[in-house]
């Protein structure tokens, strides 16, 4: 059987250079939310081009390029949130950055040219996606299907042209949040999303999500919210329907379908949102450092004692898209349970050695333990932050499945290896010595970047044989690491203006930079052309640039544990082998600021806190820290004790910054609304 590709447009458009056209907030995050979920191989497992806010050129371009060179087996889905307006004679437009409202023909996109492209295309299977008012008048020609469920079972995987559209001809497509509290996205668009993310889509329980099974349970949805808007679906055949979309996602230990099944809530909790919804928000009683209650020092900086879970539902009503860097180092064993979480086995075999037994309970009881906390945690950090995450060998696959589930594979930064130890030590059952362990970094929003590290220059790379006045220079490859499916914009021809000759980049590849900015570096001299076409042109790059700029940070960290680290309290009590101060503290430096809150939600020793004080004492920041540690045998024996003697080394102005409140839990809080996570 022919090899099924999926590709993928994805397009974003809310911000306008006509001021006749309103901004809109969702389109950017309907466009990230679903790449983020076609592009991960447990749910859609397309190949994605995502654009974000582009020109008329530039759309119109990937379009094009969507349809073209696919086989008969391709499927090709095209996503669109943005405004929708229709002309004079009722075609729909769909607008992008630099539509001019009364000027529609020349420079949005009609649905004509859309049609055109899908005619002309080979790809089987061709899935239109609309969200924007109006949407439904792009059916205009195409056969419509009432919303009525098709038998599941009439076809395989289907062939043909779909178009589900937010609403009819004549209707407007509204933002979610005015129908159905917080969310970010477009109405139709979230319960799109909400149909993959929680598998409630897949009707049939197959593990597979046809268009058909998707459509009906947004329409179905969107009937619910009450929204005066009707989505609609068009096909050229009734067969389209049975196109699969997608995967139902799952985490968890056992395989079914080669893809981890996803943890199941019972007491009829239908989703986590609706679990962490049952959490209670407690308030939070001060202490002092014998535990007695006492006044609120005002102190910016906070110590935690009690459940993680708590402490998280309760610091989101204050601290909800504030915390800009986070910094956890769990349990690497199931110490932890949440106890209203457990593992739905579908298809699992019922009898098992004991050992195996014992070891998918131990897997499945730490996935219910991290998976709420990492989706509290999501709602608390800013859109500019980031979270790192410590783990060794024995969860680092459960974990990567679930950071990818909360926070998307599109934001996942860096699996760092941390190099703890130097030289070998006692070997594991295999006869290996395990000197590392791993550090999952993920941003919130995929616009994030590190703050780098200073560079070591090779100064003796750069010279100067043309006497070009900006100075010595070394050449660098122009082609880029994108390939030519998921980034078509960065394939075109740049030709030397002194020949004449013209070039592309290699087959299936991409140039390093935009048109637009290719244009820039040719007009400025900065390309090396080659002799010939056989070759590929280069650029120049000036030491003037690069010296004293910060480089890219190393995925390996080389920070030892010292050779013996043990804190003990009073009655005997020990914590042995926490993190180094150092590894915290090289973490918080790539944090592109020096003013923040640091979340630590299993604080242990208090090193994160220790961080935040040394660094601010380093580099004259205002970093602020917010550390939860559950066990009262570690938090004030160990954490605040440990936490007042650094306090007590510094000077007057770095106390007063430094000093911190502990807090521990009082009585439920009343709550207006639920808050809502996803």
């Known amino acids: 059987m022919q090899k099924q590709n999926k590709y993928a447009l994805i397009i974003g458009n809310g911000v306008y250079e006509d001021p006749l056209l309103t901004k809109l907030d969702a389109p950017k995050v309907d466009a990230e939310r679903l790449a983020s979920l076609l592009v991960s191989p447990e749910v859609g497992n397309f190949h994605v081009n995502m654009l974000n806010d582009s020109s008329f050129a530039e759309i119109r371009l990937a379009i094009a390029n969507l349809f073209e060179d696919k086989e008969k087996n391709d499927l090709v889905l095209l996503y669109f949130s943005g405004h929708g307006l229709k002309d004079e004679w009722g075609e729909l437009h769909l607008t992008v950055k630099n539509t001019l409202k009364n ?32 949407s439904g008048a792009f059916g205009t020609g195409i056969k419509g299907v009432d919303t009525s469920v098709i038998n599941n079972d009439t076809f395989q995987q289907g062939y043909g042209k779909v178009i589900l559209t937010a609403s009819n001809s004549t209707q407007y497509a509204f933002e979610g949040d005015k129908f159905i509290g917080k969310t970010d996205s477009s109405l139709f668009t979230h319960f799109l999303l909400e149909g993959l993310e929680n598998g409630q889509a897949d009707k049939n329980n197959d593990g597979i999500i046809t268009v058909d099974e998707w459509y009906d349970y947004a329409f179905e949805q969107v009937e619910i919210s009450g929204a005066t808007q009707r989505p609609q679906k068009f096909i050229d055949r009734q067969e389209g329907m049975q196109i699969e979309i997608a995967y139902r996602r799952f985490v968890g230990s056992y395989l079914t379908k080669d893809l981890l099944p996803a943890p199941r809530l019972k007491k009829n909790i239908k989703s986590i949102a609706d679990f962490i919804a049952n959490v209670p928000t407690l308030s ?27 402490a998280l539902k309760s610091l989101l009503s204050s601290y909800a898209g504030k915390i800009k860097c986070v910094y956890i180092d769990p349990p690497y064993d199931s110490s932890l349970l949440s106890k209203d979480l457990v593992i739905d086995l579908p298809g699992a075999k019922k009898k098992k050695s004991k050992e195996i037994k014992k070891n998918d309970e131990e ?44 926070f998307s594979p599109l934001n996942w930064m860096c699996t760092f290896v941390w190099k703890k130890r130097k ?73 030397d203006p002194q020949t004449g000759i013209s070039y ?36 120049k790059r000036y030491l003037a640039d690069i010296q004293g700029k910060l480089g890219p940070i190393s995925s390996v960290i080389d920070i030892p544990l010292p050779l013996r680290t043990r804190f003990e309290t009073d009655d005997g009590y020990s914590f042995e082998f926490p993190k180094p101060v150092e590894l915290i503290e090289y973490l918080l430096k790539q944090i592109p600021s020096d003013d923040y809150f640091v979340l630590d939600a299993f604080a242990g020793s208090g090193t994160t806190g220790q961080a935040v004080i040394d660094l601010n004492k380093e580099d004259g920041g205002k970093r602020k820290f917010i550390l939860i540690e559950e066990n009262p045998k570690i938090c004030r024996p ?36 639920s808050h809502k996570a996803d």
């Open 103 to 134: 000027r529609l023909a020349a420079t949005a996109i009609e649905s004509g040219f859309i049609k055109s492209e899908m005619r002309n295309s080979r790809a089987g299977r061709q899935v239109i996606i609309l969200d924007c008012c109006f």
């Open 284 to 310: 939070l009683i001060p202490r002092n450092v014998e535990g007695k209650p006492t006044k609120n020092n005002g102190a910016l900086n906070s110590v935690i004692q009690g459940d993680n879970l708590l």
């Open 363 to 406: 897997q499945d009881s730490w996935v219910e333990m991290i998976y709420p906390r990492l989706v509290l945690i999501r709602e608390l950090i800013s859109d500019d932050g980031a979270i790192f995450v410590s783990i060794d060998d024995h969860q680092f696959h459960n974990l990567k499945t679930i950071m990818d589930y909360v």
């Open 423 to 495: 030289g070998a030590t006692a070997g594991n059952r295999s006869g290996v010595s395990i000197e590392h362990e791993y550090i999952l970094s993920y941003s919130r929003a995929n616009d994030f970047h590190f703050k780098g590290i200073e560079r070591e220059t090779d100064t003796a790379r750069y010279m100067n044989p043309d006497n070009d006045p900006r100075g010595p220079w070394t050449s660098i490859n122009l082609v880029g690491l994108a390939d030519a499916v998921s980034r078509p914009n960065l394939v075109y021809e740049i030709t």
């Open 504 to 539: 592309r980049p290699p087959t299936s590849r991409g140039w390093r930079y935009s048109k637009e900015k290719m244009e820039v570096l040719v007009n400025e001299d900065q390309i090396l052309w080659p002799k010939s076409s056989d070759s590929q042109p280069r650029q």
């Open 638 to 673: 160990i954490l605040v004790k440990r936490l007042n003697k650094v306090i007590a080394g510094l000077d007057t102005q770095m106390k007063e910054l430094s000093k911190f409140q502990l807090y521990t839990f009082g009585k439920p809080k009343r709550e207006k609304s």
